[in-house]
């Protein structure tokens, strides 16, 4: 359905006229579903038979109906009401269904298989190193939000970044000459979604989800392609955006790890598995985790999360401290007071603290965040944020903070 569609099935679905007519409480019109089945309920309607799929469309969002069906086996209960219509009096009718999330795959991901057909042919690499694991270059991949507004002059950043990233490889050989791991961190919300996540989201994407995911995929193979042959061992990480989560309405309604951002870091992951001169590219995607710990060189131990977990404070930075202390302090989490850097994105904009441990929140490749504009009264800086982290060898644990 595309936006033209849209807008007409909006205007086309009946809706109650006055205030006289009211449901009861376990009829009040809109979508409520837990644990992947539910309840629909219409709005106030002449008698009819409501198309479920344009309902679906109309309280959960364009589209909305590819992941949710109502049985077409099932009875349909309706209840009546007298109110004031066009005509005077007249009788209206809501139609209650059971909703049910579709538990399949939403289409046959050709385009995946054939990555991993491609990758299969490739030749084995013999001739890679060890990594002595002094330092390691970091790439943040953050909040690009594929499938908005300005998409098209996101892809035209990315890849001049991916050009400057190059560039800076080189001149950090020149500095460092046991550079030899490459650590791609994907801090979340790599695609927009549909709807869900602020007002007139709707309207203001230029992509499906599956068009979305599809890009944002072959973004993510660009980098560890260009850049993982320059070096003897890479490792991605993967933290789990709010823009991921399967939602209804404004509320998730389904697990932690089921998200976006982890499809896109496992299926990534599958196409560099089939790659024989791959071998040395390692990840690590959480399953329900929203926040971890690892310990990419000897001694230096990186935390990564999204950052839409930090609500305490009045900045980006005061909100992520005091989240982080009320982590580290947990038990489950004490694994955190050993973090030496913590990256998070979120925020669309780069800003650091720096004491025992360095907090950085990384930039984003959008072509400007009103949600980030509309909160801070600031614009972002458009680029992809790179460090350099260094183990225990080292007194300092990072260095070389750039945006690319």
């Known amino acids: 359905m595309n936006l033209d569609d849209f807008v007409q099935a909006r205007k086309d679905v009946p809706t109650s006229k006055g205030n006289k007519i009211k449901p009861s409480a376990d009829w009040v019109p809109g979508v409520e579903i837990k644990g992947g089945r539910g309840s629909i309920t219409t709005n106030a309607i002449p008698k009819g038979n409501p198309n479920w799929n344009d309902w679906i469309d109309y309280w959960l969002g364009k589209g909305e109906s590819k992941d949710f069906y109502v049985r077409e086996d099932e009875p349909v209960n309706f209840r009546t009401w007298d109110g004031w219509g066009d005509n005077g009096i007249q009788k209206f009718y809501y139609f209650k269904a059971n909703i049910y999330a579709r538990k399949t795959n939403k289409y046959d991901d050709k385009e995946l298989k054939r990555l991993i057909s491609n990758a299969k042919k490739k030749k084995v690499d013999d001739r890679r190193k060890k990594s002595k694991n002094n330092k390691a270059l970091v790439l943040c991949m953050s909040d690009w939000q594929v499938g ?13 970044s991916l050009d400057n990233i190059d560039k800076h490889i080189k001149h950090l050989r020149k500095k460092y000459n046991d550079l030899d791991k490459l650590i791609i961190v994907g801090l979340g919300d790599l695609v927009e979604s549909c709807s869900g996540h602020y007002a007139m989201q709707t309207f203001t994407t230029v992509l499906d989800e599956r068009q979305q995911k ?25 933290a789990l955006g709010n823009h991921g989560e399967k939602r209804i309405g404004t509320k998730a309604y389904t697990t932690f790890g089921d998200n976006k951002d982890g499809e896109l870091f496992d299926e990534v992951a599958q196409v560099l598995k089939a790659d024989p001169s791959k071998k040395h590219v390692k990840f690590t995607i959480p399953d329900q985790s929203l926040a971890y710990s690892v310990e990419v060189l000897p001694g230096t131990v990186l935390t990564i999360a999204h950052g839409h977990q930090a609500k305490r404070g009045t900045t980006p930075a005061q909100r992520v401290e005091n989240w982080f202390n009320k982590m580290a302090s947990k038990p489950s989490k004490g694994g955190f007071y050993a973090t030496n850097i913590l990256l998070v994105g979120h925020y669309h904009h780069f800003w650091t603290k720096e004491s025992e441990r360095l907090m950085l929140g990384a930039t984003t490749l959008d072509s400007g965040s009103q949600w980030f504009e509309e909160n801070g009264g600031e614009k972002s800086i458009p680029g992809i944020t790179t460090l350099v982290v260094h183990s225990n060898k080292d007194l300092r644990k990072w260095s070389d903070i750039e945006i690319l």
């Not at 908005?148 to 001049?160: H, I, N, S, V």
């Not at 973004?219 to 260009?226: A, E, G, I, Q, S």
Request: aromatic share 14%.
């Open 214 to 238: 599809t890009l944002a995929r072959q973004m993510l193979l660009d980098v560890f392609n260009k850049f993982s042959k320059d070096f003897n061992e890479v490792l991605g990480l993967c």
């Open 148 to 160: 908005k507004e300005g998409t098209e002059e996101m892809l035209d950043r990315f890849y001049k």
